[in-house]
């Protein structure tokens, strides 16, 4: 099978003890989705960062590589800005 792109947001929330976690996951049709659904879930008050990101892989086989980030908004991760391509 050859690899699919997807597109996702990962958004992020701050816990009481002030660490970051992962909040919800946000599937997308292209990339300029992802960026504009990562942007717009930072205005609210649940979630303090985002990250519009490329999922490659087969998913029949369930393999898939390392996301790309595409863009990042608010607070995000050490190692998701980290792995900003530019």
């Known amino acids: 099978m050859k ?3 997807r597109y996702a947001v990962q958004t ?3 816990n009481r003890r002030g660490t970051i976690n992962p909040g919800r996951g946000i599937a997308c049709k292209n990339a300029d ?15 303090i960062g985002a990250a519009a990101m490329l999922l490659r892989g087969d998913e029949y086989l369930g393999s898939t590589e390392e996301p790309i980030i595409l863009a990042v908004f608010g607070v995000c ?3 998701v800005i980290d792995e900003i391509p530019f």
Request: proline share 8%; net charge neutral; with cysteine.
């Open 3 to 5: 690899s699919t792109d």
């Open 12 to 14: 992020y929330v701050r």
């Open 33 to 47: 989705e992802a960026r504009r659904k990562a942007e717009q879930s930072c205005s609210g008050r649940a979630d």
């Open 77 to 79: 991760p050490p190692d």
